[in-house]
Every structure is written in C-alpha cells, then in structure tokens.
C-alpha cells in the first residue's frame, strides 16, 4: 500500500493562498468551515482541505442576480382592488 506524501502549510502560508489574514483563517478554523491540525503549538493545514475548501467556496453563475440587479427599473405594480 503506497501512503501519499502530505504537504502541510502553515496558517501564513495558507491565508496567503486564499488572500486573507491568518485572523480570518483562524475563524475559519474555529467555525469548522477549514480543518487545521495542531502539533504542540504549531497549526497546520493540508494543502488538499485548502483547495477542497476553495472548490466548495466556488459561485455557481446566477448566485449574484440579486446583487446588481437593476434597482432603477420600476417595480411591477399591484393592481389595486376596487
């Protein structure tokens, strides 16, 4: 049985891959969103959560509608009751 070769990053080197602060990824950690490992007082992160994180993290096309949408076109209108 061959045992993969696990690349470890420490928590500098992984919030600089995603573009965040170590402060961010330590809540990250802490919310459970990103596994991290403890060895003494040391935390790391495998190379392969952090990209598995970065997948699950992708927008599908179509999630951000509702942030641009046009908010100058008028609203359909109600017909009122008589």
Request: hydrophobic share 35%.
């Amino acid at each position: 049985m061959s045992r993969q070769e696990i690349e470890w990053l420490s928590t500098r080197e992984a919030a600089r891959q995603l573009g965040i602060t170590t402060r961010t990824l330590y809540r990250l950690i802490d919310s459970g969103q990103i596994p991290a490992y403890k060895f003494g007082r040391v935390i790391r992160l495998q190379q392969h959560e952090v990209d598995s994180f970065v997948q699950a993290a992708r927008i599908e096309p179509g999630e951000l509608e509702h942030l641009y949408a046009d908010s100058s076109a008028p609203e359909e209108s109600v017909p009122e009751e008589p």
